[in-house]
Nanobody
């Protein structure tokens, strides 16, 4: 059974940085697209970034372009989201998600990790 476990959230001041990690297990992920989503309190979940395990198919939400970087480490079987120049509006629960390359929906989700950016 596929499981995604996130870590790395926390409290940081505006302008600071955090790195989130996602460790998938229970499957072979070479054919998966991995992504990060976030959900602020009272708002809908929104897409942040995606990547394939080969490092291709990278896309970012406009709101994080130039500040966030998504990457993979196949040796560690981990997906990262490096977040720099954080803003209070980046606050929310960040979720790791996975989908098969040929699927249009993300079928696997982690439990989420809280990111809070203070002004």
């Amino acid at each position: 059974q596929v499981q995604l476990v996130e870590s790395g959230g926390g409290l940081v001041q505006a302008g600071g940085s955090l790195r989130l990690s996602c460790a998938p297990s229970g499957g072979t992920f070479s054919d998966y697209i991995m992504a990060w989503f976030r959900q602020a309190l009272g708002k809908e979940r929104e897409f942040v970034a995606q990547i394939s395990w080969t490092g291709g198919s990278i896309n970012y939400a406009e709101s994080v372009k130039g500040r966030f970087t998504i990457s993979t480490d196949s040796a560690k079987n981990t997906v990262y989201l490096q977040m720099n120049s954080l803003k209070p509006e980046d606050t929310g629960v960040y979720y790791c998600a996975a989908r098969r390359r040929w699927s249009i929906t993300y079928g696997y989700w982690g439990q989420g990790t809280q990111v809070t950016v203070s002004s």
